[in-house]
């Protein structure tokens, strides 16, 4: 399985963008979603997750209330709705696929390209 993160960009603070993960094969109800992000200079962090199956979602304090994580099952493709976005959201962002809920990336075997938001003042 492949997947695939797009839909990046630059965004003036407080703007807000939607990125995409598009898996090339199926996504087993099993399996954990999650976006990670990294800064410049800075370790993967994680940002948000969802369980594939039931759709419960998962985030990172910094990014709640701000930040939505969702799935379309039958596009086998996972979203996130960054909304009010600052400057600590610039990072390439990198979507994953795992078998458990983990905050930590050693627990994704699955990891797409990353894509790129940049957030200007």
């Known amino acids: 399985v492949q997947l695939q993160a797009s839909g990046g960009g630059l965004v003036q603070t407080g703007g807000s963008l939607r990125l995409s993960c598009a898996s090339s094969?199926?996504?087993?109800?099993?399996?954990?979603m999650a976006w990670f992000r990294q800064a410049p200079g800075k370790e993967r962090e994680f940002a948000a997750a969802?369980?594939?199956?039931?759709?419960?979602?998962y985030y990172t304090d910094s990014v709640k209330g701000r930040f939505t994580v969702s799935r379309d099952t039958a596009e086998n493709t996972m979203y996130l709705e960054m909304n009010n976005l600052n400057s600590d959201d610039t990072a390439i962002y990198y979507c994953a696929r795992g078998s458990e809920l983990s905050y930590s990336r050693g627990s994704y075997r699955n990891w797409g390209q990353g894509t790129e938001v940049t957030v200007s003042s």
């Open positions: 094969g199926r996504i087993y109800s099993s399996s954990v």
């Open positions: 969802i369980r594939w199956g039931r759709g419960s979602t």
